[in-house]
């Protein structure tokens, strides 16, 4: 997913994907861009949602704002909502469990491609930015 916005709420519902397994990946991109790939039969495709579209459609019936936009939007066509584009790029490894490790600052613990080495010490990642340094 290149974006964080509400339909990524939708696409874990419709597909079971989500963050927590891993199989959903979110790339902060700030684009209404979604990538979909199968593993098992090896393609993919990115789905692009045309914005544009139905922004200055007509609306029926005294529709007014949202209702009409939701409207054009679930009169339209597929192709008309979204550019679809066959992706070659391999798919995102599976997520992997990591171990856990504690910090040496707070006490909590966590993940261990989340730590950071400061001074001899695991740290968070807060923990780690509480020390004045230049990063």
Do not use: W
């Amino acid at each position: 997913m290149e974006t964080d916005m509400c339909a990524v709420d939708g696409i874990q519902f419709l597909t079971g994907c989500t963050f927590g397994k891993g199989n959903l990946v979110h790339k902060d991109f700030g684009k209404a861009g979604f990538i979909f790939f199968d593993r098992e039969a090896d393609h993919g495709f990115r789905a692009l949602f045309l914005d544009d579209a139905i922004r200055d459609l007509p609306a029926p019936g005294g529709l007014t704002g949202k209702e009409a936009r939701t409207f054009h939007i679930m009169e339209a066509d597929i192709s008309d909502l979204f550019e679809v584009k066959t992706i070659v790029l391999p798919p995102v490894r599976p997520a992997r469990i990591l171990q856990s490790i504690t910090c040496q600052e707070c006490r909590e613990k966590v993940m261990e491609s989340r730590l950071r080495r400061f001074d001899g010490k695991d740290l968070c990642i807060p923990c780690f930015m509480g020390y004045e340094q230049k990063i």
